[in-house]
């Protein structure tokens, strides 16, 4: 499927991003084109000064949450944010992000980027490659400036058959390559607490999701997944357990109406007692009294 710029923009943004809420009115200025393609979608967006917030349950309920979103900054600037981080990204910079995630960006004068969404199970190696760069500025390398010049040809040509498949396969295969490129002070979190990270969420509500799962789920050994968590100072268990937590919070603060016990079963907690047990032990105060505070859910 391809779309082009004729449609006003905010509608067709409705139709492509389904999960995100924008601020921005149609002008001149401001054109999204957007390639579907069977495993993959590749969007183009040219949109100044606009601000975007994104709603990762909305793609968890769509089934989304396997899927990863790969940025590369063409020109201006674009702030993103969610509960653990702020990043600035300026032309020629790329990033990897998590469709299921909440967050919002701020695009600046200038801004245009392209946006390509892929299941890291599409390839053997993308999950750690993935989860090395995961929502961590890459600086500008040879490598992502010529996957990004080579999507936006490939956008250009608008063609949607298996060969276009094959070279947006290759054009974010490339880019997370690049990502090894980046200097080590990028890394905003362990490569292997990212990738844990992403397969808990992926599990959120299901409250079998255990160790044994985990590291399943990361192609390792249990042995030596609680190996090399210790040298995090965390366990398979406690990890789960504090993602679980932690998305939870945000929840308390982000789910208007939700009873307590509806977000602690939509997070893997069996009861409403286990939950609050070991909410107050993570975070000093309640789930109760945390709502009726209205604090920010920060990490």
């Known amino acids: 499927m391809m779309t082009t710029a004729n449609t006003p923009l905010i509608a067709q943004a409705n139709t492509i991003f389904p999960n995100l809420h924008i601020e921005a009115a149609d002008r001149e200025d401001r054109t999204i084109a957007f390639l579907g393609l069977d495993q993959f979608s590749l969007t183009h967006l040219r949109v100044p000064e606009s601000n975007v917030d994104a709603a990762g349950r909305k793609c968890r309920r769509d089934g989304l949450e396997p899927r990863l979103k790969l940025i590369w900054q063409l020109s201006g600037t674009m702030r993103y944010e969610d509960q653990d981080r702020r990043l600035e990204l300026r032309a020629g910079n790329m990033l990897v992000s998590a469709l299921d995630n909440d967050y919002r960006l701020e695009m600046g004068e200038g801004h245009e980027a392209l946006m390509a969404t892929f299941d890291p199970q599409a390839h053997p190696e993308w999950a750690d490659l993935a989860g090395q760069g995961l929502c961590a500025v890459t600086p500008g390398n040879a490598a992502t400036a010529a996957a990004a010049a080579g999507a936006r040809m490939l956008l250009s040509k608008g063609a949607t058959d298996a060969s276009a498949e ?134």
């Open 166 to 299: 094959l070279a947006l396969k290759t054009m974010i295969d490339l880019s997370l390559r690049g990502v090894r490129f980046a200097p080590p002070a990028h890394a905003a979190t362990p490569p292997l607490i990212a990738r844990a990270r992403l397969n808990v969420l992926r599990n959120l509500a299901d409250p079998g999701y255990s160790p044994e799962h985990l590291a399943r789920d990361m192609g390792m050994s249990r042995r030596s997944l609680y190996e090399r968590l210790a040298g995090h100072d965390t366990t398979p268990t406690r990890l789960i357990r504090r993602v679980r937590l932690h998305n939870a919070r945000r929840d308390l603060a982000r789910v208007e109406g939700a009873a307590i016990l509806a977000i602690a079963l939509a997070n893997g907690f069996p009861d409403g007692a286990s939950f609050s047990r070991y909410f107050k032990a993570e975070f000093g105060s309640t789930p109760s009294a945390v709502r009726r505070s209205g604090l920010h859910p920060c990490t």
